[in-house]
């Protein structure tokens, strides 16, 4: 059993940054972030490998949005910068128990967060 915890969502201005984290309890081989906005499906945002460090970016947040690891294992987090109205979601961390699995895919994950909401104001 993982448990995940998140953390740093809040409401910020069109072209600000945030960043949150998400703190795994158990082993994940892959860590990812994705969001739900009102009325659409979820959407992948970002994901690491946590063996090897490779990462991951949907296209609508490449340039802007960062995955990185923290010092602690299985500790993640996403820098969001030059962040858009459109950015505005419920934003979920997800934990992949298993090896080698397509990283975009929500069902490939086994474990997910309780969300964060992010709001982005014109």
């Known amino acids: 059993q993982v448990q995940l915890v998140e953390s740093g969502g809040g409401l910020v201005q069109a072209g600000g940054s945030l960043r949150l984290s998400c703190a795994a309890s158990?082993?994940?081989?892959?860590m990812g972030w994705f969001r739900q906005a009102p009325g659409k499906e979820r959407e992948f945002v970002a994901a690491?490998?946590?063996?090897?460090?490779?990462?991951y970016y949907g296209d609508s947040v490449k340039g802007r949005f960062t995955i990185s690891r923290g010092n602690a294992k299985n500790l993640v987090y996403l820098q969001m910068n030059s962040l858009k109205p459109e950015d505005t979601a419920i934003y979920y961390c997800?934990?992949?128990?298993?090896?080698?699995?397509?990283?975009?895919?929500?069902?490939?994950?086994?474990?997910w967060g309780q969300g964060t909401q992010v709001t982005v104001s014109s």
């Open positions: 997800a934990a992949d128990t298993d090896v080698g699995r397509r990283v975009t895919t929500v069902s490939n994950y086994d474990y």
């Open positions: 158990g082993r994940t081989f892959s």
């Open positions: 690491i490998r946590l063996g090897g460090g490779s990462t």
